[in-house]
Each structure stands twice: as C-alpha cells, then as structure tokens.
Nanobody, 120 residues
Framework: EVQLVESGGGLVQPGGSLNLSCVAS????????MSWFRQAPGKEFEWVGG???????MYAEFVKGRFRIDRDNAKNAVYLQLNSLASEDTAMYYC??????????????RGQGTQVTVSS
C-alpha cells in the first residue's frame, strides 16, 4: 500500500520560512518523480513543483524562486522548503507520486497534506 505522510506545516509570519517533509512507503521511491501541490480554501488544487528521479526540478510560475524541492532517496523522502511566505501561500500542502513517464501534474497518489498558515 502506497503511503505518503507530510509534516512540517504550521503557522508562520509573512516573510517567514517553513520546511515541509514527505515520507513515502509502499513503492520503490527512487523510481518515481514526486510533486508538491497545494489547495487554499475555496480554490483549486494547484501544482507547486516537482522533482524527477535524479533530482531535476520544475516549479510553477508563481513560486518565483521562493520555494525549493529536494529529495533523499535513501530516506524515501521529498522536501519542500518555503521561503518569503505571504498570506496567499496559506493552503494545505500535499506531496504526490507522479505517474511514470507523465508530467509532474499527473499523479497516482497523494498524501493527507500538511497545513501552512501565513499570518501575522
């Protein structure tokens, strides 16, 4: 059974940073690209960025260099470093397993999410 467990969310002030983690199990993690998505209340599910099996990365345009995705295949983990956070970054953040051979936005599984709230 595929499991993706996110952690690291919380309340942060505008301009602050958070580091989200996602630990995967139930599949050969190193063989899959991984993505991060987010969903704010009342808004659509939104792709944030992705990382391929060997560490190549791609980000949504709104990221504008503020976020960074990394992975550690030895730990079956993918990370999302959030910097220069603004109120509009408030959302539930999810990691997801990308379908093999597909674009980063085409996923097979996702976790339960971790909440990020940006507020003063």
């Amino acid at each position: 059974e595929v499991q993706l467990v996110e952690s690291g969310g919380g309340l942060v002030q505008p301009g602050g940073s958070l580091n989200l983690s996602c630990v995967a199990s139930g599949f050969t993690f190193s063989s899959y690209a991984m993505s991060w998505f987010r969903q704010a209340p009342g808004k659509e599910f939104e792709w944030v960025g992705g990382i391929n099996r060997i560490g190549g990365k791609m980000y949504a345009e709104f990221v504008k260099g503020r976020f960074r995705i990394d992975r550690d295949n030895a730990k079956n983990a993918v990370y999302l470093q959030l910097n220069s956070l603004a109120s509009e970054d408030t959302a539930m953040y999810y990691c997801a397993k990308v379908r093999k051979g597909a674009h980063y936005t085409e996923v097979e599984e996702r976790g339960q999410g971790t909440q990020v709230t940006v507020s003063s």
